[in-house]
């Protein structure tokens, strides 16, 4: 852990959709490393919901790099009720379930009493906190993935009410994230593929918005590192690690043991299918057999990956670089990836990483890497190479120092941003 400097600078307001501590899953590493590096050159103050009551606590822990942090306790079934106003108010549902009157309050107070001029804002909605003094064109915004993107492909897994709900919320969410693009200082996502897919939805934001990568750490995730066995078991493995109440990751999981695995059985004798991942849902528990393994939660992943055969990612609904493949890459071992969850990914097919757009092609792929560990070593090899080379936490967020330390009006083009600044004032 990195104490915080002894001159750490001006001060700047961080908002977070959800708490990042514990950085145990993809957004809470994405967000805790920004804050680590905010820490380096600003005095922090961090606004947060946490929608797990053990969540509060972080608070402690966060104390480390930031001068004060607020926590507020966000409970999801009533958060969704509240949600349903925006159907009143003709707003996205998703701006009234992270509304708060004390967060909003708590903004005002610390803008005027620390004399915050600058923000960081993590996630579309808590940009609906700033105004006045901090406006958006002061701000930083992190959408990390196009979401209304995310709730339109929802709508297609779904039908009756609830696809209309979910195209509902892709387009009003979709409104207002072209409309804080427009006039923040700076729009950042997390690939390429989604920097330009959003501005094919919203063409007016091409020079309003950029990328900054994931990252991972190298250190931590890395074959270096002994440990035992998880199992008893021998045989092959295959493994995938994410958190089991997120829905895209509970229909991977569950179309990959009906669809892939059944054929996988037969190619391949004994092997079995562990998914490792806190808070699994009832689809998830149900799936539990002879060969499939449900462990919720463990207290370190790496074991897991250390031993895997194989990791797959066989996510349907993916936005963005999943940190769950740069944490398998990063500790070696073969990874096989939906065509989703590969765009955007450093590296080529067949070398640092395989894709498959299908069940049979996911059955051929872990078929060959099952049967020649030799191969699966080498593709190992290469991907913790390419994650060494593309993947380095510092190098992508030292952005955040120029965007956030210039002067003038206009926003700033992030790294890999097309056309000039994003024009002052542009209306939303």
Known sequence: MKPMPTDPGPPLLYLVHRIPWPPNKGDKLRSFNILRQLAERHRVYLGCFADRAEDMAGA????????????????????????????????????????????????????????????????????????????????????????????????????GPMAWLYRREGERLLAFERAVALRARAALFVTAAETELFRKLAPDT??????????????????????????????????????????????????????????????????????????????????????????????????????ASAVVAPLRVARGIQNKVLEAMAMGRAVVVSAAAASGLAGEHGRDWLAAGDARAFGECLTALLAAPATGAAIGAAARRTVEGHYSWSAHLGMLDRLLDADGDGALPAAGAAGAPCPAGAPA
């Open 60 to 159: 402690e822990h966060l104390g480390e790099w930031c001068a004060e942090v607020h926590v507020e306790r966000l409970r999801p079934l009533p958060a969704r009720l509240a949600s349903l106003r925006g159907l009143l108010t003709g707003e996205a549902l998703s701006l009234p379930y992270y509304r708060s009157a004390a967060m909003r309050r708590w903004v005002g107070e610390v803008v005027e009493r620390a004399d915050i001029r600058r923000a960081m804002v993590f996630s579309g909605p808590m940009a609906q906190y700033l105004e006045a003094r901090v406006g958006l064109g002061n701000a930083v915004i992190d959408f990390c993935d196009v979401d209304s993107a995310k709730w339109t492909q929802y709508a297609e897994h779904r039908r």
């Open 206 to 307: 091409s020079a309003c918005v950029g990328v900054m990568q994931n990252g991972v750490d190298a250190g931590y995730f890395s074959p270096a590192h002994v440990f035992p066995e998880p199992w008893e078991q021998g045989g092959p493995t295959v493994v995938f690690t994410g958190a089991m109440d997120y829905w895209p990751n509970i229909d991977a999981v569950c179309w990959f043991a009906t669809e892939v695995l059944p054929r996988l059985r037969v190619l391949v004798p004994g092997v079995r299918f562990y998914v490792v991942g806190m808070n699994p849902a009832p689809a998830v528990r149900a799936l539990a057999a002879p060969d499939v393994v449900v462990t919720g939660a463990v207290p370190d992943v790496r074991p897991y990956l250390a031993h």
